[in-house]
């Protein structure tokens, strides 16, 4: 039945070729999804403001007159986030195309794509206070964008789709990725008939620096197969296996939970949360690329006869076993709290952020890597995704000058737990 299953895939990938077909209306098409996203009115779409809820508002009715199904209403399935007291209200745009399968269409193949931005800046030029706009056009309409040309060539080709494919638009991603959270952890009531996320983050810039690269956090057989299978048909866009520092994004909230994930990214550059992240700054022939190599990537995954093998994480060091929060009877707690609460309650309020930095403009998120101990004590303090090397530096100090938390259990016995953490480093408005 295996086989059966791959050889649907295979005749699906040669059926479908070219994969979009017209190419310049393609381009056009994410031309003018980008060039809305970061048109001024949208306000650079930060978190919780106005020019958030018009993505998600765009979002949904690109979405509808594709012909997929909404799951959620045009003001999306909202949320909302805590900080400094005040409460920000966010949301998540969330549609379907069913499968075909009478069986498998029960399973899902989700594709995601942050909506927000970072916002504003005020500046003061000759005694005035100037707003800037950062368009966020690679951080990330570009996502978004291809995100809605893949909903079109879905929903058109469904009788192709032995699964059903999920889009969603997160919000809040910059802020602690809170959108892909609530989505996984509140809002959908399905995830453990996810066969795959898939997660679209910065998928617009080319060069050298810029590699067509995926992450799956570890190694996951299924997910490297089916990316050998559509590489070796789809040879021109090759994507390398990422190493090294994981990337923040809003998948590691689906791998937290143990289903199979992948970004697809371009990659970070210098001009990411800058004025310079502009609609022209983007590789519009290289998006296309993008969408037809996930479209047959998805198209593969929702074809195979069984669920895509979820990851392994428990690790061993120096034969000592180090589990993920997930896999534990008990998680560590701070407090009385998850590592929400860490964040909250020590990260955030003894944070210094680094004068240089501040004198630079430089902010970001900062990915930190820990362990909790079995005495409750935090070791193992680092970066895995940085910024700059002060703000790297201060986010592993305020986690490793961390008070002791109480510890994971599992099977009654104190164990040890790894956490990866997004660190956000923002300059205030003035």
Known sequence: MRFLGYMVGALSLLFASPVF?????????????????????????????????????????????????????????DFYIVESGDSLKSRNIVGIVEGYDPELKNEYVVIGANLDNIGTHILTVDGKEVNQIYPGADANASGVACLIELAKKISSSSFMFRRSVVFVG????????????????????????????????????????NMFTYYTGVPIKDITNSVNRVSNKLSFMRPVMGVGRVPSSDYLAFYEQNIPSVLFTTGHHADVY??????????????E??????????????????????????????????????????????FKGDERHF?????????????????????????VEFVVETDGSVTGVKVVRGVDDDLDREAVRVVSSSPKWRPATKNGEKVRVKYSLPIEFRLKKR
Request: proline share 3%; charged share 25%.
């Open 21 to 77: 077909g017209q190419t310049d209306a393609v381009e056009r098409n994410l031309v003018k999804h980008v060039e809305y996203l970061t048109s001024d009115p949208l306000m650079g779409r930060k978190a919780g403001s106005e020019g958030e809820k018009l993505a998600a508002k765009y979002l949904y009715q690109e979405l509808k007159r594709c012909g997929v199904e909404m799951l959620s209403g045009e003001e999306g399935q």
């Open 289 to 334: 690329g993008v969408c037809e190599y996930v479209y047959s990537l998805v198209m593969d995954v929702a074809a195979m006869d069984y669920k895509v093998e979820a990851p392994v994480r428990t690790q061993e060091v120096e034969g000592k076993v180090i589990y993920s929060p997930y896999e534990v009877d008990k998680a560590p707690e701070f």
């Open 170 to 209: 997160f919000g809040a991603k910059e802020k602690g990725m809170a959108g892909s959270w609530y989505f996984v952890n509140r809002s959908f009531g399905h995830k453990d008939d996810i066969s795959m996320m898939v997660d679209l983050n910065m998928v617009g810039r080319s060069g050298p620096g």
């Open 274 to 287: 800058t004025l310079r992240d502009n609609a022209e700054s983007l590789d519009y022939g290289l998006m």
């Open 343 to 367: 964040l909250e309650k020590w990260v955030y309020v003894y944070l210094k952020y680094p004068q240089e930095a501040v004198i630079m403009g430089v902010q970001g998120i900062v990915t």
